[in-house]
């Protein structure tokens, strides 16, 4: 696939069948995920890969609002960063978390980003519990570590349309 292919291909979905994804197909997706730049070549992310559909529908608890897709996905990857390991470990993680919507595009699966990262689990409760305190509960997550996104993916049940065209022109600044 054409890279520009695979960027039209990309799209946020929400919805998946119920067919697992392979061991082999994930660990493709993680050695390319592993790859994606960092700054100063810190390696500062990590990835917690969660393949238990029981696990992923508990995770989809992580929020009142924008995850409950995630009950009955097969597979849900949670970006971490190590803030000891560069105090850009946020961006790093977000460059991962993209390269892994690109490698999923790549292995014919769909995918959706769930934010975690200063994320409360309730809305109208924005001073209470956060999203990734309620994940450490029964997530392995590194004390060391910090939650910045899950990428949610499977292979989606229904072909979306494909973006609608957009001048773009007012988003680019050039200099002649």
Known sequence: MQ??????????????????VSEEVIDRM???GLSAPSSRNSRSSRLLVVDDPALVARMASMRDFGSAFME????????LGDPSKSDMWQINA???ATVLH?????EGLSSCWV????????KDDPAGELAEDYLREFLPIPDDCKALCVVV?????FTPRPLPEADDSERVIRLK
């Open 3 to 20: 890279f520009q292919d695979l960027m039209a291909a990309r799209r946020s979905i929400r919805r998946f069948d119920a067919r697992p």
């Open 115 to 122: 934010q975690i990262a200063g994320r409360p689990r309730r």
């Open 153 to 157: 993916m499977g292979y989606s049940d």
């Open 30 to 32: 993680l050695k390319v």
């Open 102 to 106: 690109q490698a999923a595009v790549d």
């Open 72 to 79: 009955g996905a097969p597979l849900a990857i949670v970006v």
């Open 94 to 96: 977000a460059i991962t």
